[in-house]
């Protein structure tokens, strides 16, 4: 396996794997649980399911490989804070979307020529590229598998 | 840069890029702060500081970079949960051995020539890693990353 490859599949490899884990603890939650914060005042569990399918969602436009398929949660989600929009849409649905987006972007993830991830991603220009060439499609990867940990351990804490 | 070189980079500037708003969130907290707990019932901020530190120490033997400087913490704040071990280091020593620690990783780090970051860290065989090669130095960061923004969300949660 060449280096270019290699680094390819360590970086999908810790998605993955934090995708799974916090997909388990989500289906492990009633759809009553999912409306516990996350500790008194903070956020809901429900809220941070949205947030995250929503930053997920968003990296399609920034690595190229699609269109937004949730675009609406970002609403709920993203520019407001929790509580602040009464009306979320059915837990079955937001359960859907994440599942279906795990799926998507696992197929695309697999599909994108190993090249293209040390391409530069939506969000910077040619210009700043140049100078930055470590703001690839892979580094996007990785900082959300981060945000993803970041959310995730605090879901955790709504486990019973 | 070559590809080698901007991977490492890649994996490098997250990890600091945690470690720093990290730090800066636990340098917020007062030494009575760090006593509060994330949840209700849950862990103190205390015994997070204690926990990240002891397992980011215990990446020197895996990494192949030196001794651990603070085996003491592993009792604490690694085989036992928050709360069994009733007396503390003095808090004052562990935010200190966090700033120490931080300043070694990041300057042993950075003198780790390019190519030792592919090789095998110290807990997996030569058999398995000729099979899994990604199972590298470098996957240990990338890993102990995520680890720490697990925390470090929780953490967040303790902030007035």
């Given at each position: 396996m060449n280096r270019e490859n290699l680094f390819v599949k360590i970086v999908l490899n810790a998605w993955e794997l934090n995708i799974k884990r916090a997909s388990s603890t989500i289906e492990g939650f009633t759809d009553d649980d999912l409306?516990?914060?996350?500790?008194?005042g903070k956020n809901r569990v429900v809220y941070l399911l949205g947030h995250l399918t929503a930053v997920h969602d968003n990296m399609q436009p920034l690595l190229g490989i699609?269109?937004?398929?949730?675009?609406?949660l970002d609403e709920i989600f993203v520019s407001n804070p929790d509580k602040k929009i009464k009306t979320l849409p059915p837990v079955k649905d937001l359960r859907a979307n994440w599942t279906n987006l795990n799926e998507v972007l696992a197929s695309k993830f697999h599909k994108m020529?190993?090249?293209?991830?040390f391409q530069k991603h939506s969000s910077i220009s040619e210009e700043d590229f140049a100078k930055e060439?470590?703001?690839?499609k892979l580094s996007i990867v990785i900082t959300r598998t981060n945000h993803l940990s970041y959310h995730w351990g605090q879901i955790m804490l709504a486990k019973k």
């Open positions: 409306f516990t914060e996350i500790s008194p699609g269109e937004r398929m949730y675009p609406q020529p190993v090249e293209e991830w060439p470590h703001r690839n």
